[in-house]
């Protein structure tokens, strides 16, 4: 949406919020983001990167943010959240992980022999 508005309306906006403090911000809610990342190593220099993590963009008013990364096999998720909206981001990544579970749980289950050998 923010992409559709014209530039200077938006940092009218935003202006208006700072100045409020975000009491009167429209913008509070939930951002997600699924981004596949690189399947094969990267390298810096003659290193191999091991893990990549990243973190989802902060914006005033917004009260939660999960970014989900993928690295080669590995599966990454990053939760920020407002302390006051959110007071336990940890049990939100508990749930996240058991639904993650149960998921891939119901995929196994439905997969032929062939999907299960790749």
Known sequence: MVELLPERLISGLARANARTKGRFDTFKNVVVSNVPGPREPRY?????????????????????????????????????????????????????????????????AQATPKEMAT
């Open 44 to 108: 810096l220099g003659r290193w191999r990167v091991d893990q990549w993590f990243s973190t989802g963009q902060i914006s005033h008013g917004a009260t939660l943010n999960m970014t989900v990364w993928s690295y080669c096999d590995q599966f990454n998720l990053c939760v920020m959240a407002d302390a006051v909206a959110v007071r336990n981001t940890w049990e939100l990544l508990g749930g996240f992980r058991a639904s993650h579970e149960e998921l891939l749980a119901a995929a196994r």
